[in-house]
Every structure is written in structure tokens, then in C-alpha cells.
């Protein structure tokens, strides 16, 4: 009996010893086919216990831009046809907080420059394109833009800073407000032929009134410095050493007015400039002998081209002035009040990633 109680005193440990080691080893069995099978589908993020858990996260860039300008002074009037040679850099700074596995929400602000010349932009041998040489306007614009954007990534991240995609696609849509300006660059002369004090310099067309604006003659409002936009387009974000990400992404910009270059409808009454002769000569260029770079323009084949000059007497103030058939009076044709201008920004960015993106690696 002793010796029974004594065997009893000996097994019973051990066996109870044996069955807790052997569930240990069963729990850990399970936990590791839990985590082959998370990572036989891992895409990217934490996988703890064969749980993926996204952690948000913030990051902060700086943006080197290029744009591109859609409008009444382009080659063509088209609504996507531009002159890539206008296209202008510009900068930015963005910041980015990662609410979702799939969404990142994005503000940024962002300084463009627009810029175009009929001069450069339309070929005067094409019948289509001819008008706009004619016309012989031009224009640039700081563009001061604000916006608030909703980054819709293709793949999940399914972990936090740390565990970020290294190829990571998405689209993005949002709304902005900027401010704007369009200048133009003064000639020599002015339409009267005389010299004109501001010459060489960029003025606001808006203070000009250049389509009557600023005539009491013409029921015409001004348009605003303030506007908006919905920017929407696709990009790609990648994942660089460290706490860095960059991207590459081409946003699309459409405008609810057509007035970024200063230009929308007909041409005025040159008498309801007043005496702002600055005024009359920014709204009709179609006579100068020169571009506003300052090149020789073919203007004998335009004049040919519009049955030549006249002489038309203003119905406001009653004076004689110049004119090419057809451009730079009253009821002329000057814009496409029909379409709305555009602007495209090709961006790339860097950007730093706040959180925890670096993980020692765990030995068993």
C-alpha cells in the first residue's frame, strides 16, 4: 500500500506535467498554422497571432509641381488641347492622415503657374488655328491653391507606418479654393501708337476690365480671385527606406468659370475704355507688329487673311479706331464662353511618415 501511494506521488505530477505540455504544444501547433495560412495571403501590414490589425497614421511632403493649362489660348479649340511647352513648375507642401486600411485624407496647398500665347501656341498656315494667331493674346497665372483631397487606394495596407506597401496605386478625388490673377506683359506702344508707361511689365487684366468689366456700358461682373475647383486624377504612392514615401500622381483640375486667362466672350466698344488706353490695348492685340515676347509677327498674311484694316467709329464716345475685319470690336468674337478653363498639375512628392516604421526582428 506504501509502495501504491508512493507510485501515486510520482506519476500523478508528471502525467499532469505531460497533458499541460502537450496542450501548450496543440495551442502553438494551431497558432502557427493560423499564421502560415495569414501568410500564404499577406499583402502588406502586421499580422499578430494571425490577426492583421491597421494602425493609422500621419505623414507630411513637400510637392515639386509641373502644369498645364486647358483654355481659350491653346492651339486648338479643343477642350484638352494645350502646348506642353508652357509647361511651368511649381511647389507645395501636403499633409496625409491614413484613417483606413484603403483611405487617406490629403490636404495640401499648392502654388502653379499657367501660362500661353496665342502667338506661340497657334500656327497661322492652319485655317483652324489661324483665329487664335490673330487674336495674339497672351497670359500668365500664380495660382494659390488650397485643397482638401480623398485618396482611394487600390490594395489594402493591412498594418500601420510600419508595415506600408512598397508599390501602393490609388485615385483621388476632393474639392479646392485658389486665388488667381492673369497678367499680361505690356508693349512698347499702345493701339493709338504711342508709347506706353508700363511697358515691359505684367499688369492684372482683371483691374483692366478687358471685357468690359469696369464699363458702365455693359452689364458684365467681374470675375473673382477666389474660386473653386474639384481636382481628381490617379497616382501611386512608393515606399523608400526609412520613414519616407514617395508619389507620382496626375491631378486634373476642373473649373467653374472661364475666365483663368482673362478671356470669355466678345470684344467691347474700344470707347468704353475711357481714357485707360493701357485697358483698350491689353483687350485687342490683333495689330501689333509683334508678339508680347516682342517677335516679329507674319501680320501682312492676317491682314490679307481679314480683307484688311479699317477705320470703325465707337458708338460710346464717338471716336475713329483701327481694326482687322472682324477682331477687336463691339459683338466681335474674342473667347468660348462655353467652355470652362482647365488646369492640369503633374505632381511628385516626398513625404515623411510619422510612426512606428521600423521593427526589430523577433528570435525564438
Not at 485655317?127 to 487606394?153: A, C, G, H, W
Not at 489594402?156 to 510600419?162: F, H, L
Not at 486667362?261 to 485687342?284: I, K, Q
Amino acid at each position: 500500500m506504501k509502495k501504491f501511494i508512493l507510485v501515486l506521488i510520482i506519476l500523478v505530477p508528471a502525467l499532469l506535467a505531460s497533458e499541460d505540455a502537450f496542450g501548450q504544444y496543440n495551442r502553438r501547433s494551431k497558432a502557427r498554422l493560423q499564421r502560415n495560412k495569414a501568410m500564404s495571403s499577406y499583402r502588406g501590414g502586421r499580422i499578430s497571432g494571425g490577426v492583421s490589425r491597421f494602425k493609422s497614421y500621419h505623414s507630411l511632403g513637400v510637392n515639386l509641381n509641373a502644369s498645364n493649362y486647358f483654355g481659350d489660348i491653346a492651339p486648338l479649340s479643343r477642350a484638352v488641347s494645350t502646348d506642353i511647352s508652357f509647361t511651368r513648375p511649381g511647389f507645395g507642401i501636403t499633409h496625409t492622415y491614413r484613417a483606413h486600411k484603403m483611405v487617406g485624407i490629403r490636404s495640401s496647398f499648392n502654388w502653379v503657374r499657367l501660362k500661353s500665347d496665342d502667338f506661340d501656341s497657334a500656327d497661322p498656315t492652319l485655317t483652324e488655328s489661324l483665329p487664335r494667331y490673330t487674336r495674339n493674346l497672351s497670359f500668365r497665372n500664380d495660382v494659390k491653391e488650397l485643397s482638401v483631397i480623398l485618396e482611394m487606394d487600390i490594395f489594402p495596407n493591412e498594418g500601420g507606418a510600419g508595415s506600408r506597401l512598397p508599390f501602393a496605386p490609388y485615385v483621388f478625388a476632393g474639392g479646392a479654393a485658389f486665388l488667381h490673377n492673369p497678367k499680361g506683359l505690356v508693349p512698347e506702344l499702345g493701339n493709338d501708337g504711342n508709347p506706353l508707361a508700363e511697358a515691359g511689365k505684367w499688369v492684372s487684366l482683371k483691374d483692366l476690365g478687358t471685357e468690359g468689366q469696369n464699363s458702365d456700358q455693359y452689364d458684365i461682373k467681374p470675375y473673382k480671385s477666389l474660386s473653386y475647383a474639384i481636382p481628381f486624377g490617379i497616382g501611386s504612392r512608393f515606399r523608400l527606406p526609412g520613414p519616407f514615401d514617395a508619389a507620382f500622381e496626375i491631378g486634373y483640375r476642373l473649373l467653374f468659370f472661364d475666365y483663368i486667362d482673362d478671356l470669355s466672350g466678345r470684344y467691347v466698344d474700344p470707347g468704353a475704355f475711357g481714357t485707360n488706353e493701357l485697358a483698350r490695348t491689353m483687350a485687342d492685340r490683333s495689330r501689333e507688329a509683334t508678339s508680347a515676347s516682342g517677335q516679329p509677327r507674319q501680320l501682312t498674311l492676317v491682314t490679307e487673311a481679314y480683307g484688311g484694316t479699317s477705320t470703325k467709329v465707337s458708338q460710346i464716345d464717338g471716336q475713329p479706331y483701327p481694326t482687322i475685319a472682324g477682331w477687336g470690336f463691339e459683338d466681335d468674337i474674342r473667347g468660348n464662353p462655353n467652355n470652362n478653363d482647365q488646369y492640369i498639375v503633374t505632381q511628385i512628392r516626398l513625404m515623411y511618415v510619422f510612426g512606428k516604421v521600423r521593427r526589430s526582428a523577433k528570435f525564438r
